[in-house]
């Protein structure tokens, strides 16, 4: 099985512009979750997608947001971005979802300047 | 908020040493798992524990998990200089009607030749 990815690998973005982030998970899995790793923050949950529906979402603005499309791919959305959104973005797919394995993809590494 | 701490922060070893990281958690889990990154790529799924399994075993990977001290460690035996990586636990949280994975902070783990 092919495994998860994620387009662009590297972006950089100006201040107050948006972006968006792709992921393709592994055939099969229906939860796609996002994480954003940074060196002061580690590695912080954003928001997970089951089956088109966001089921569980972190502790950021709501300048960050997602969607699921029916097969599975998702996307990330970030607006308005600041420096401090400058970090890799993770996306990781299984196929329960929740706390179950996750599978990651090699990541996005976005530069805000 | 981060629900698994790892030490320690980073470790250097010598090829065929072994190398042992623990973590530590604050609330009550179902299961524990650990990760591995090389740098800046994504994150690889290595053990998986549950609440109820004490050891685990996976190659050169042993994994405790001590749910009275709420504490778990990874030792790697006969590390190689292509284990370098960083080192993540991983444990469940329950919110909003579903689980999520919350990470540590991580080990880095340097194996010399």
């Known amino acids: 099985k092919a495994g998860v990815t994620q387009t662009p690998r590297y972006l950089i973005k100006t201040r107050g512009q948006q972006v968006t982030l792709s992921c393709s998970p592994i055939s099969g899995h229906r939860s796609v979750s996002w994480y954003q790793q940074t060196p002061g923050q580690g590695l912080q949950f954003l928001f997970e997608?089951?089956?088109?529906?966001?089921?569980n979402k972190g502790n950021f603005p709501g300048r960050f947001s997602g969607r699921q499309f029916s097969n599975s791919r998702s996307e990330m959305n970030v607006s308005t971005l600041e420096l401090g959104d400058s970090a890799l973005y993770l996306c990781?797919?299984?196929?329960?979802?929740?706390?179950?394995?996750?599978?990651f993809g090699p990541g996005t590494r976005l530069t805000v300047t | 908020s981060q629900q698994g701490e790892e030490d320690p922060q980073a470790l250097s070893i010598q090829e065929g040493e072994n190398a042992t990281m623990n973590c530590s958690y604050k609330t009550s889990i179902n299961n524990l798992q650990w990760y591995r990154q090389n740098s800046g790529r994504g994150l690889v799924h290595l053990i998986l524990?549950?609440?109820?399994?004490r050891e685990k075993h996976s190659g050169r990977l042993r994994v405790t998990l001590d749910t009275s001290k709420k504490s778990s460690s990874l030792l790697i035996t006969a590390s190689r200089a292509a284990d370098t990586a960083s080192y993540f636990c991983?444990?469940?949280?329950?919110?909003?009607?579903?689980?999520?994975?919350?990470f540590g902070a991580g080990t880095r783990l340097a194996v010399h030749p």
């Open positions: 997608y089951f089956s088109e529906t966001q089921r």
């Open positions: 524990i549950r609440s109820n399994e």
């Open positions: 991983a444990t469940d949280s329950f919110s909003g009607g579903y689980n999520k994975l919350i």
């Open positions: 990781a797919s299984s196929f329960e979802g929740g706390a179950n394995e996750q599978y």
